[in-house]
């Protein structure tokens, strides 16, 4: 088990690598432009959320709708670290990153003793307050919005990817992550076995709250300007379909759902009521047709799984 561990490992990195230097080779011949290369960073931001709520709602079960709000907290906490301290690029990162996982431990602590649609509300008025008060604080701009310096770049963009998928992997093989598959199995079982669900709800919070901090600095550095109004329900509905459409509990889901709804919504910047008409007919579908999602709580190496065994049978 180990070995087979091990191996996928390196051949996550392996691939990461190759897919890096493909692209940034494609950006240097002049294969791709800046556009493109843009839309690619977009692309990581999207999958960093998608990944990070994927550790609340596929691994622990909490149903949160409240995403946005962590990634507004990420966002201006490391605007205002780079803009207002003059402090590097990647310390922004970092302290948007801690910020957020203090924001969701604070938010946690009380309202992951909730579950089922209580939860949902509770996470959506804690990210709306969150919201609310950054619209009401003169220093970062207010309604107006602050600006923000484009520091993020492909090789940031991706080397957060890199990590942020490398971490939830190993929390979710870990002993930890199959204490938090247990409480999503069955929390009542789960607590008479001995575990501590309050323990690991509000740690599996904190984490993911950690790397949507850490999108919310790139997503800032990536936009010129940012304003509370891009982190409303919208954008927290925005982050709920990648989870669930890839399937409750598949990480490879998750970033296939990112992937694909981001290049949809990229060509339909201009029509926003026709992209989320398209997202809710989506939705609606997946819901009718396969409620698991694409992959339900599988992952891709699984169907490579099943392949090689029905060829050597």
Same mark, same amino acid.
């Given at each position: 088990?180990?070995?087979?561990?091990?191996?996928?490992?390196?051949?996550?990195?392996?691939?990461?690598?190759?897919?890096?230097?493909?692209?940034?080779?494609?950006?240097?011949?002049?294969?791709?432009?800046?556009?493109?290369?843009?839309?690619?960073?977009?692309?990581?931001?999207?999958?960093?959320?998608?990944?990070?709520?994927?550790?609340?709602?596929?691994?622990?079960?909490?149903?949160?709708?409240?995403?946005?709000?962590?990634?507004?907290?990420?966002?201006?906490?490391?605007?205002?670290?780079?803009?207002?301290?003059?402090?590097?690029?990647?310390? &922004?990162? =970092?302290? !948007? $990153?801690?910020? /957020?996982?203090?924001?969701?431990? #604070?938010?946690?602590?009380?309202?992951?003793? %909730?579950?089922?649609?209580?939860?949902?509300?509770?996470?959506?008025?804690?990210?709306?307050?969150?919201?609310?008060?950054?619209?009401?604080?003169?220093?970062?701009?207010?309604?107006?919005?602050?600006?923000?310096?484009?520091?993020?770049?492909?090789?940031?963009?991706?080397?957060?990817?890199?990590?942020?998928?490398?971490?939830?992997?190993?929390?979710?093989?870990?002993?930890?992550?199959?204490?938090?598959?247990?409480?999503?199995?069955?929390?009542?079982?789960?607590?008479?076995?001995?575990?501590?669900?309050?323990?690991?709800?509000?740690?599996?919070?904190?984490?993911?709250?950690?790397? &949507?901090? =850490?999108? !919310? $600095?790139?997503? /800032?550095?990536?936009?010129?300007? #940012?304003?509370?109004?891009?982190?409303?329900? %919208?954008?927290?509905?925005?982050?709920?379909?990648?989870?669930?459409?890839?399937?409750?509990?598949?990480?490879?889901?998750?970033?296939?759902?990112?992937?694909?709804?981001?290049?949809?919504?990229?060509?339909?910047?201009?029509?926003?009521?026709?992209?989320?008409?398209?997202?809710?007919?989506?939705?609606?579908?997946?819901?009718?047709y396969r409620p698991q999602g694409l992959l339900g709580t599988k992952e891709i190496t699984d169907l490579f799984k099943r392949k090689s065994v029905k060829g050597g049978s």
């Amino acid at each position: 088990m180990n070995t087979k561990k091990i191996k996928g490992f390196w051949l996550f990195v392996i691939l990461s690598i190759i897919v890096y230097f493909a692209v940034q080779m494609a950006a240097n011949i002049g294969m791709i432009n800046n556009y493109h290369v843009n839309t690619l960073v977009y692309i990581c931001i999207n999958i960093i959320l998608a990944v990070s709520l994927h550790l609340v709602i596929g691994i622990t079960g909490q149903f949160s709708i409240g995403h946005a709000g962590f990634l507004a907290v990420g966002a201006y906490i490391s605007a205002i670290v780079t803009m207002k301290l003059s402090l590097p690029f990647p310390i &922004a990162l =970092i302290i !948007g $990153g801690i910020v /957020a996982a203090l924001t969701g431990l #604070i938010v946690g602590i009380p309202s992951l003793r %909730l579950r089922g649609d209580y939860l949902a509300i509770a996470t959506l008025g804690f990210a709306e307050i969150i919201r609310i008060i950054f619209l009401n604080i003169d220093a970062v701009g207010g309604a107006a919005g602050m600006q923000v310096t484009k520091m993020t770049t492909w090789t940031s963009a991706f080397i957060c990817l890199f990590i942020t998928v490398l971490v939830i992997v190993n929390f979710t093989n870990s002993r930890h992550g199959r204490a938090c598959i247990s409480i999503r199995e069955n929390e009542i079982a789960a607590d008479a076995m001995g575990i501590n669900t309050t323990y690991y709800k509000v740690a599996a919070f904190a984490i993911g709250s950690f790397f &949507a901090g =850490i999108a !919310g $600095g790139l997503y /800032a550095h990536n936009f010129y300007i #940012i304003q509370p109004v891009q982190f409303g329900f %919208l954008k927290s509905f925005d982050i709920l379909i990648f989870v669930v459409l890839g399937g409750l509990g598949s990480l490879s889901g998750a970033v296939i759902s990112a992937i694909l709804l981001t290049i949809v919504s990229t060509f339909l910047q201009s029509y926003p009521e026709t992209r989320m008409i398209i997202y809710s007919a989506v939705l609606i579908l997946v819901m009718l047709y396969r409620p698991q999602g694409l992959l339900g709580t599988k992952e891709i190496t699984d169907l490579f799984k099943r392949k090689s065994v029905k060829g050597g049978s």
